[in-house]
């Protein structure tokens, strides 16, 4: 069973930076794919950033390309994403998740493996 722990979420002026970290059970390697997703009252899921475990390849959302940053630590098997120039319309409950094979995926429904969300909040 693939435990993902999500920390470091909490509350920042527009405009501040936050870094999320995600610290990973499961087994690590090339074909893993750890993702960050996002959901904000009232809206559905949304796929933020995802990186392939190897570090090979990294994705972004259009809305944070340029702003986030995902990025792992093999050693201590945990995925960063480090936020900055945060907007009011980040404000979301973050969540880590993983899969295995087939490469990055933007949808929520391909990740099997889910974390218990942190809370970011952006204040203008």
């Known amino acids: 069973q693939v435990q993902l722990v999500e920390s470091g979420g909490g509350l920042v002026q527009a405009g501040g930076s936050l870094r999320l970290s995600c610290v990973t059970s499961?087994?690590?390697?090339?074909?893993?794919?750890m993702g960050w997703f996002r959901q904000a009252p009232g809206k559905e899921r949304e796929f933020v950033a995802a990186i392939i475990w190897s570090g090979t390849n990294t994705d972004y959302a259009d809305a944070v390309e340029g702003r986030f940053t995902i990025s792992r630590d093999i050693a201590k098997n945990t995925v960063y994403l480090q936020m900055n120039s945060l907007k009011p319309e980040d404000t979301a409950v973050y969540y880590c998740a993983s899969r295995r094979f087939f490469g990055i995926s933007t949808y929520p429904a391909d990740y099997p493996y889910w974390g218990q969300g942190t809370q970011v909040t952006v204040s203008s």
């Open positions: 499961g087994r690590t390697g090339s074909s893993v794919v």
